[in-house]
């Protein structure tokens, strides 16, 4: 153990060269085979499939982050929102704040808008979750995967139950948001890449749709108003400062950016607490414009829609076309499966599919998509690559993987209890303590709109067997969980400097 512990010491050494390919190529394994070994999994299980998690980005994309002042391995920050069916990877800039970095269309999300409230409903989650290194899955049935969290602090204190709820390939879900392999691959690597950098956790946060007057006049008459007003206050805060909200939960509600004494207790009587007077005048002014624009556009009998769809969910146009009868020739970045199906087909199992072959060839361009009717039995050169890792890759996966996961064992998947009647929700009110003079005084945040960054994809088509059955609660397999997830789930923490992993991960200072 002395020995090994000798050359983790080293490697964390090196931190100062990460940038070298060779010591980047070893510590990114190092994270792997480190999380591996914490979850409890086999290490002799290492092959393709893991060693997918360590594909380098892009170099179109890692021109576009530095087109944008970003560092590659800067942290990161994600929403999500279902109407819309599209993800966002927002990413630290020099200025310090997150910007914009790109927009990826989801390929399938299950339920209706709403929050998941049971085990078996269908609903892929809403709200507020922080991912540390433990919920990052290279093992992944559905490709790649990031385990959401849930259910979070507040999930739990609310009595919501379920589990396995990711962001994952297949393009097939039933409670996940699912996007094409070739996208999840180049999330997961951008994920990979802050880890590296030190960021300890990212959050993500998930919407029922984008939080604007139109929208919340549109969904007026939803039952799920009073939970979307709360998100909205988070939502708010990361559009009026660009940095990432502190989450706490308190009387079964979130609760944004507090500074308190004092701990907060998810279903216990919240704290006396203060919110930094310019933030909280910064937040209350957008607040009353949207409000006042939503009542205006009520007023002017802007059409609401159906609380319920019956579609099971949703897939953005981009994929959508594809599925259209006499549709033209289509181009989606990245590969659909065989068994995908759009919002409102009938549900045909994979086991029952052969899979889908074609003449098609993928382009010869790095930014160019993939068509529909690409083949996965004629995987193009850069997916050959990942199935055969280079010679630096496949050594240290498994010096690091001897190192980190000797004796461990696969652990069963746990065993959910049977899901909980939904209690009734409080909404008490929010008292928050910025002054009168701070509200009138001119804020230190300026409002500004997000710009969707140009959608660059990755012409690769993943050569795979016929895929598994998607499971009935989230498509996957038990993610690796975190050793200690005390004081994690209640909201993101906040991102530190780069070079410093929490304890789990102090290996690597």
């Not at 409670?175 to 990212?202: H, K, N, P, W």
Request: glycine residues 8%; hydrophobic residues 35%.
């Amino acid at each position: 153990m002395h020995g090994a512990g000798s050359v983790v010491a080293c490697i964390g050494g090196v931190l100062a060269l990460k940038r070298h390919p060779v010591v980047r190529s070893l510590l990114a394994s190092a994270v792997v085979a480190a999380a591996i070994a914490l979850a409890g999994c086999n290490p002799e299980s290492m092959g393709a499939s893991s060693l997918r998690s360590l594909q380098p980005l892009s170099p179109q994309m890692i021109a576009e982050i530095d087109h944008r002042n970003m560092s590659k391995d800067s942290p990161i920050l994600v929403r999500i929102f279902k109407e819309e069916s599209e993800l966002e990877v927002w990413k630290q800039d020099n200025t310090g704040r997150f910007a914009l970095l790109k927009t990826y269309p989801i390929c399938r999300w299950s339920g209706e808008l709403g929050p998941k409230v049971r085990m078996g409903d269908r609903q892929a989650p809403e709200g507020f979750y922080t991912i540390t290194p433990g919920l990052m899955n290279p093992n992944s049935n559905y490709y790649l995967a990031i385990n959401t969290g849930f259910p979070n602090a507040y999930d739990r204190a609310n009595g919501h139950t379920g589990e396995f709820l990711m962001i994952h390939g297949d393009c097939s879900s039933a409670g996940c948001y699912a996007m094409t392999d070739e996208q999840v691959g180049e999330i997961y690597a951008l994920a990979r890449e802050s880890f590296l950098g030190g960021q300890r956790s990212f959050q993500i946060q998930a919407y029922p749709f984008r939080m604007t007057p139109l929208n919340m006049a549109r969904h007026r008459n939803s039952p799920n108003m009073p939970f979307w007003q709360m998100l909205k206050e988070g939502y708010d805060h990361f559009e009026v400062t660009r940095l990432e909200p502190k989450v706490d939960v308190c009387e079964k509600r979130y609760v944004f950016d507090a500074e308190t004494k004092d701990k907060f207790n998810p279903a216990g009587k919240c704290p006396a607490y203060k919110v930094d007077d310019e933030l909280a005048a910064a937040v209350a002014e957008k607040e009353q414009n949207d409000e006042r624009q939503t009542a205006e556009l009520a007023s002017r009998g802007t059409q609401t829609v159906p609380v319920r769809t019956g579609t099971d969910g949703g897939m953005n146009p981009t994929f959508l076309a594809a599925f259209r009868p006499h549709a033209p020739w289509t181009t989606v970045p990245g590969t659909i499966p065989s068994h995908a199906r759009a919002p409102g087909q009938p549900y045909t199992p994979p086991a029952t599919l052969a899979v889908a072959s074609s003449n098609a060839t993928s382009s010869p361009s790095a930014a160019a998509s993939t068509p529909v009717s690409a083949s996965r039995e004629q995987p193009s050169a850069y997916a050959a690559s990942k199935e055969q890792p280079s010679t630096d890759q496949t050594r240290s996966v498994g010096l690091l993987t001897h190192l980190f996961g000797s004796g461990a064992t696969t652990e069963p998947a746990a065993t959910e209890p049977a899901a909980a009647k939904p209690k009734a929700k409080e909404t008490p009110k929010v008292t928050q303590t910025a002054t009168a003079s701070a509200a009138k005084s001119k804020p230190a945040y300026e409002l500004s709109s997000s710009k969707s960054a140009p959608a660059s994809v990755h012409p690769h088509v993943e050569a795979k067997a016929t895929p598994q059955p998607a499971r009935e609660e989230g498509n996957d397999e038990p993610s690796p969980k975190p050793a200690n997830t005390a004081g994690l789930l209640n909201g993101a923490q906040p991102t530190l400097a780069g070079g410093s992993f929490d304890s789990r991960w102090g290996v690597f200072r």
